[in-house]
């Protein structure tokens, strides 16, 4: 099945830029589909963006568009959001998770996505 494993996020301010990266140990990264969530407290986790599995396909929510860019290098077997121009709304645990198919299964978190990071806390200051 594997692990997937999240870099640290941190406390940044207003227009700073952050990036989160996302590691799979299960050997199997190639063939997956990658994508991003973010879980604000009381709130249910959110769908951020996704990449297929040669980066030739992306998808992102309309509120990180421009902002957020997200990649992979499957040598690395490494997923990456890098985020823009950050805002306190984006404020929130951040979670990488790996499709079950190579290409976009959807922005549900419940449907698609079988394994899933640690999550990662981003704070941005006003």
């Known amino acids: 099945q594997g692990q997937l494993v999240q870099s640290r996020g941190g406390l940044v301010q207003t227009g700073d830029s952050l990036t989160l990266a996302c590691v799979d140990r299960g050997g199997a990264f190639s063939t997956r589909a990658m994508a991003w969530f973010l879980q604000a407290p009381g709130r249910e986790r959110e769908f951020v963006a996704a990449i297929n599995w040669d980066g030739g396909d992306k998808h992102y929510a309309d509120t990180v568009k421009g902002r957020f860019t997200v990649s992979r290098d499957n040598a690395a077997s490494t997923a990456y959001l890098l985020m823009n121009s950050l805002k306190p709304e984006d404020t929130a645990i951040y979670y990488c998770?790996?499709?079950?198919?190579?290409?976009?299964?959807?922005?549900?978190?419940?449907?698609?996505?079988?394994?899933w990071g640690q999550g990662t806390q981003v704070t941005v200051a006003s």
């Open positions: 998770a790996a499709g079950t198919r190579s290409v976009f299964t959807g922005t549900n978190y419940k449907i698609g996505y079988g394994l």
